[in-house]
Each structure stands twice: as C-alpha cells, then as structure tokens.
C-alpha cells in the first residue's frame, strides 16, 4: 500500500513536467497513462519516475503535433506488452514522417524570414553610410 511518502502529489508531478495538474488529470481521463497512477492511503494521486517518464513522452508527442488519438493508440498498445512492436512502430514512424515534413516547411519559411531580414539589414547599413 502506497503512502504519502511514495512518489509525487499530482501537483509536484505537475511542476516537474510542466504541465497543469488539470492536463495530468485530462490525460488519465483519456486513457494516455500506461498504468494506473497509484494513490496513497488517502486517496491522492502518487507519481512514480516511469509515470513522469511516460507524461514527458506524451508532452513532446502533443507538441509535435500527435493527435491524441494516436497516443492513445500508442499507449494501449504499450499496455498490451510484447508482440505489437510493428504496430507501435508504425504508429511513431508515421508521427515522425508528418514532424519532418513540417519541419521542412517550417525551415523553408523560416529561410524567407532571414531572407527579408538580410535585405532590411542590408538597407540599414546602406543608411548609416550614407548619412
């Protein structure tokens, strides 16, 4: 039986990923977690280092874009155990692929920014000379 001692409150499990305790809440309630997150003899919420490891997974899937859909997917499939590593793979790859394309754009774009930048630069300086 677990006791107050025992790992994290939700809100220091909170602080240390970052999040809100309403976003840790929302992500048990969506079946993201890969176990039950224990509670102590009163009932509060306990964290273990794997539950904080995993969140911080599900954090960077979210902000790269992972619909929660696919976490979801990809976290009962980690419940499941051994014996779907091709489906888990696929589930991450295709993340991967749509990321890197993103990325790509987001590169291109970022390249027409200092594009424009240079030229304001460029006059700028043209303007100290000058004057």
Same mark, same amino acid.
């Given at each position: ?7 994290? &409150? ?65 976290? *009962? ?15 991450? &790859? ?16 970022? &390249? *027409? ?11 700028? *300086? ?6």
């Amino acid at each position: 039986m677990a006791t107050l001692t025992d790992g994290f &409150s939700i809100a220091q499990a909170a602080q240390r990923c970052g999040l809100t305790t309403h976003t840790l809440r929302y992500y048990e309630r969506e079946g993201l977690l890969l176990t039950s997150i224990g509670r102590a003899t009163t009932g509060h919420r306990r964290y273990t280092e794997p539950d904080l490891e995993w969140i911080t997974l599900i954090t960077r899937l979210r902000a790269t874009g992972m619909p929660i859909r696919d976490i979801r997917t990809h976290a *009962a499939l980690c419940r499941q155990g051994e014996g779907n590593e091709t489906e888990r793979l696929a589930v991450l &790859s295709a993340h991967r692929n749509r990321v890197l394309t993103e990325l790509a754009q987001t590169t291109a774009h970022l &390249s *027409a920014i200092d594009g424009k930048i240079g030229i304001y630069q460029h006059r700028l *300086a043209r303007s100290a000379r000058i004057g």
